[in-house]
């Protein structure tokens, strides 16, 4: 167990839907980091947050948006959703926002099937 | 931004066998490169991590080199186990603070 927990561990919506995702970091960890994996494919950064603000963005799509909280949980809000967006996203947290050498620690993931 | 590269995209080795797989980078300011595990539909676990001012570190069966002039690092697994089978990510943190991964390699550790 990484103590970064991500919920809803699955979820099938329909094309056009919108969908949250939740992710609570590890105890202490102030930057949350959202991944998205695609069958057979490596992980794609998304987008980064530390203590509230965003620090680095990835491929993000404009349908898709995040946010950390002051409680340092954070969602990922998917939308205008597509076939395509069917995915394995990962949540992954750290202490620090980039200083050498800390560990990133990843959820289990929430599996999205966009049928 | 960074780009990682990984090869070989996919590796079958017999029991007992060395592996290895190796990365390069484009950011020269890059400075931490963890390497994952990922086992099918798991999250990645991080097996072994090196920082820019080392240039080898080792945990029992896993190592990893880094040469910083060449901008590439390498994983060795020895004396590969079944286990070991799964897919590995290399990456690598730049200046800019995401950790960008290189595109997996399949391992296939053959009885």
């Known amino acids: 167990d990484s103590g970064v927990t991500q919920t809803p561990k699955h979820l099938i919506t329909a094309t056009g839907q919108r969908v949250t995702l939740r992710c609570s970091p590890r105890s202490g960890d102030l930057s949350v980091y959202w991944y998205q994996q695609s069958l057979d494919q490596g992980l794609q950064f998304l987008i980064q947050?530390?203590?509230?603000?965003?620090?680095a963005k990835g491929n993000i799509l404009e349908r898709f948006s995040a946010q950390q909280f002051p409680d340092l949980h954070s969602e990922l809000n998917l939308s205008s959703l597509e076939l395509g967006d069917s995915a394995l996203y990962f949540c992954?947290?750290?202490?620090?926002?980039?200083?050498?050498?800390?560990?990133?620690?990843f959820g289990e993931g929430s599996w999205l099937t966009v049928v | 931004g960074e780009n990682v590269e990984q090869h070989p995209s996919t590796l079958s080795v017999q029991e007992g066998d060395s592996a290895v797989i190796k990365c390069t980078y484009s950011?020269?300011?890059?400075?931490?490169f963890p390497w994952y595990k990922q086992e099918l539909g798991k999250r990645p676990q991080l097996i072994i991590d090196i920082r820019s001012n080392v240039g080898e570190k080792k945990d029992q069966r896993i190592a990893v080199t880094l040469n910083k002039t060449a901008k590439h690092f390498s994983l060795h697994i020895t004396e590969t186990q079944p286990e070991d089978s799964a897919v590995y990510f290399c990456?690598?943190?730049?200046?800019?603070?995401?950790?960008?991964f290189g595109t997996g390699t399949q391992l296939k550790v053959e009885l």
């Open positions: 947050y530390y203590n509230g603000e965003e620090r």
């Open positions: 950011d020269s300011a890059s400075n931490y």
């Open positions: 992954a947290s750290s202490l620090a926002q980039g200083a050498q050498g800390n560990t990133i620690y």
């Open positions: 990456a690598a943190k730049g200046g800019g603070n995401k950790l960008t």
